[in-house]
């Protein structure tokens, strides 16, 4: 009878495990589902904020993507990455707080054998070396700074009369700058600059400001220049458009008419730049492609969670050393902006 009963059990539990799974080798969930974490260092930062809406456009039935706001704080974004590595992401991207503090993100991502897509805020490369499944994907800083110099460069020579105000032949400039330390900020403003003056431009520095790539502080930098130097300020150099759009109010808060107004470049081609550049309040800027670096993470992303190698993606963009993928920027002016405007 014991015997009966005992092939009863077993026959039972065969039954249970064919219908419940019970007893099977827990499957990998992540084996039908691309689960990728973002963290973010500032979610209020218009560029960022346009680049994360590319990416979550690439969320599907098997794609799932966790976006979260590190707020300006490294030890919160330490934090973020812990709990991605927990919820058993596939792959982490990571937008750091400071550039130039990366241990953590890489020893949590190494210990779990995560690979980690670094993007727009560039580490150093001591740090990328760290470690064979760092990779890291934006573009490339001087040459946005060469074509806003080149843009700028083009505008004083052909409104030479409209820009050097005061008819001196030197262009006076104000400079509104990004983060101090950020690869975007030191080297954007220094090929700026520079191309100005190959492209033989006289050029004469009023002043700087760091306004943090914020328009609310940088209208704030540019209402001082405006009491500082008044109607000598001829050309307003930022390192993306928030800033320069801030300048802009600041010249629309001091109902300064628009033909007093220095000429005025960025850099991104936000939706709000773009709409600037249309509206003829900033003569141009330059394209971030924020449509092509997400599309650039995901398909990294897509790759390196099956396991393949960043080569594979060789075909549809430059891959530098193994582990960098920088998309170009773009000139943008009054006579292309359609094309911008409706990306
Ligand atoms: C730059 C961009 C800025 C800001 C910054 C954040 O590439 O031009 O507007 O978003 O990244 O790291
Ligand atoms: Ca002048």
Redesign the pocket.
Same mark, same amino acid.
């Given at each position: 009878m014991k015997k009966v009963y005992a092939l009863l059990l077993v026959v039972i539990c065969l039954l249970t495990m064919s219908i419940s799974g019970c007893g099977e080798q827990t499957v990998n969930k992540n084996e039908s589902k691309l689960k990728i974490g973002v963290t973010v260092?500032d979610q209020y930062?218009?560029?960022?904020g346009q680049l994360v809406d590319c990416f979550l456009a690439f969320q599907s039935e098997n794609v799932e993507i966790a976006v979260y706001n590190a707020a300006q704080s490294q030890q919160t974004q330490n934090a973020q990455v812990k709990k991605m590595i927990e919820d058993d992401m596939d792959i982490i991207c990571v &937008?750091l707080v400071d550039r130039t503090d990366p241990t953590a993100v890489i020893d949590a991502a190494r210990k779990n054998d995560v690979p980690v897509i670094f993007f727009?805020?560039e580490l150093v490369e001591g740090d990328m070396g760290r470690w064979d499944k760092l990779f890291y994907v934006g573009a490339d800083a001087e040459q946005s700074g060469v074509m806003e110099g080149e843009l700028a460069a083009w505008a004083c020579i052909t409104q030479k009369e409209d820009i050097d105000k005061n008819g001196d032949g030197v262009i006076q400039y104000v400079v509104l700058e990004?983060e101090a330390g950020?690869q +975007?900020a030191i080297i954007r403003t220094e090929a700026s600059v520079n191309t100005l003056k190959k492209q033989g431009v006289e050029i004469d520095k009023l002043g700087y400001a760091i306004a943090n790539?914020n328009r609310a502080q940088a209208q704030t930098k540019a209402a001082q220049f405006i009491e500082d130097y008044g109607d000598d300020i001829e050309l307003v150099l930022s &390192? &993306? +458009? +928030?800033m320069a759009l801030g300048a802009i109010d600041a010249y629309e808060a001091k109902a300064v008419p628009r033909n007093k107004w220095p000429a005025i470049f960025g850099? +991104?081609g936000t939706n709000v730049g773009l709409e600037a550049v249309r509206d003829d309040k900033m003569l141009g800027t330059v394209y &971030?492609d924020k449509e092509g670096q997400a599309s650039a993470m995901f398909e990294l992303a897509s790759v390196l969670a099956r396991g393949g190698s960043i080569d594979e993606l060789s075909d549809r963009y430059t891959v530098e050393n193994g582990r960098y993928i920088r998309l170009p920027y773009e000139k943008v002016t009054s006579s292309n902006i359609i094309k911008y405007l409706s990306r």
């Open positions: 260092y930062d218009t560029f960022m &937008n727009n805020r990004g950020h +975007d790539w &390192n &993306n +458009d +928030d850099i +991104d &971030n």
